[in-house]
């Protein structure tokens, strides 16, 4: 099976802009989870999308939101960019989330100027 | 709230050295732990977890935790190192149910010196 992808890659905005990131599970897997990755900050959990439903989300201002679509692709938006915007934004699946193991994509590295 | 904490953000050793990265989790509840890898330039990965029975559980290359539920510990330990186990790891957990979200720590990075 194909892993986790995410596109774009590299990304680099400025201030006050937004950006959508986009993210495919494994064939077969419903739950998608972003996290962003900063060093020393480890993985900040942001949320986590199910059968097109957001299932839980994380302690991040409304700036960061996202959604599901029916094939399970998702999708992160982050308006008004700000300097400290700047991460790696993993994607991961699971088969239905929780307890499951989850399965990383590669990343998009978002560098805010 | 749930958070997990690592006791050492950054660890050196020589190869064959043993390996003992701490952590730690809050959550009151049963949980489910895990323990991920990421190598360089590589994607994050899982390297053991723990559900239920056996507190002692073994993972890929070599790895073991154990899971000390008086001290709310999850401990990675790896007898002799290898310069290959350089890389960055994460201790996370989760409640029981699907509806649980996954906590992560902050990561140890362990840099095996040839």
């Known amino acids: 099976k194909a892993g986790v992808t995410q596109t774009p890659r590299y990304l680099i905005k400025t201030r006050g802009q937004q950006v959508t990131l986009s993210c495919s599970p494994i064939s077969g897997h419903r739950s998608v989870s972003w996290y962003q990755q900063t060093p020393g900050q480890g993985l900040q959990f942001l949320f986590e999308y199910f059968s097109e439903t957001q299932r839980n989300k994380g302690n991040f201002p409304g700036r960061f939101s996202g959604r599901q679509f029916s094939n399970s692709r998702s999708e992160m938006n982050v308006s008004t960019l700000e300097l400290g915007d700047s991460a790696l934004y993993l994607c991961?699946?699971?088969?239905?989330?929780?307890?499951?193991?989850?399965?990383f994509g590669p990343g998009t590295r978002l560098t805010v100027l | 709230a749930q958070s997990v904490s690592q006791h050492n953000h950054h660890v050196i050793l020589s190869e064959a050295a043993s390996l003992e990265l701490g952590c730690n989790y809050s959550y009151g509840g049963t949980v489910n732990l895990f323990w991920y890898v990421q190598y360089p330039g590589q994607h994050l990965q899982l390297l053991l977890k723990?559900?239920?029975?056996?507190?002692l559980v073994k993972g890929i290359k070599g790895f073991e935790a154990e899971f000390i539920k008086s001290k709310f510990s999850f401990n990675l330990r790896k007898p002799s190192v290898q310069w290959s186990d350089t890389a960055e790891y994460f201790c996370?957990?989760?409640?029981?149910?699907?509806?649980?979200?996954?906590?992560f720590g902050p990561g140890t990075s362990l840099s095996v010196i040839p």
């Open positions: 723990y559900f239920s029975g056996d507190p």
């Open positions: 996370a957990e989760s409640g029981k149910t699907s509806y649980d979200k996954v906590i």
């Open positions: 991961a699946s699971t088969p239905a989330g929780g307890t499951d193991t989850q399965y």
